[in-house]
């Protein structure tokens, strides 16, 4: 007898769909990478439009609270191509109570911007909302969204949206 290929689509979608257990964060160490999307409303920058690669860490303090860290490198591409790097680190609120787990928070960073041999620094604050979905209970994947207000620049540079498609493993510490 063959099996039904819709029947076998819907039960792997109802496996993979409902809620499961409980995963806390608390007591583990993640270490990810991200692909992303940037958005600079920076009036004298060329091409508002980047893409890049970066890392991140996340230490979860307890069942709710993670410390993320984070890096990237985006490059937005034009006659005059600008580099842009960011760092930093948010306090993180996660709703960890199924396998998709959304999360929200804030934080500080510090921005670098490299063009033609020159470079141009900020530092400012950003939000971040997001969403993980565990693979398994070592691997997640996730999708996050920062904006980022710029302090030091307000004028001229005054924000930038990133969004991040993540993949990260899980440590117990």
Do not use: K
Request: hydrophobic share 50%; net charge negative.
């Amino acid at each position: 007898m063959c099996a039904n290929p819709v029947a076998l689509a819907a039960m792997l979608f109802v496996l993979v769909a409902l809620p499961r257990s409980v995963w806390a964060y608390d007591g583990s160490l993640g270490l990810g990478v991200h692909l992303g999307y940037g958005a600079s409303f920076d009036s004298e920058l060329e091409s508002a439009h980047g893409l890049g690669l970066g890392i991140d860490a996340n230490l979860g303090l307890n069942d709710t609270w993670s410390l993320l860290g984070h890096a990237s490198f985006m490059l937005h591409p034009a006659n005059q191509q600008v580099g842009r790097m960011l760092g930093g680190a948010e306090l993180v609120y996660m709703l960890d109570v199924l396998s998709w787990v959304p999360f929200f928070g804030a934080g500080a960073f510090a921005q670098l911007d490299m063009a033609s041999g020159q470079s141009d620094s900020n530092v400012g604050v950003n939000g971040i909302v997001g969403l993980d979905y565990f693979v398994s209970r070592e691997l997640l994947m996730g999708l996050d969204i920062r904006p980022f207000l710029n302090l030091s620049n307000f004028n001229t540079d005054p924000a930038y949206l990133t969004v991040n498609l993540r993949l990260t493993w899980l440590l117990e510490l």
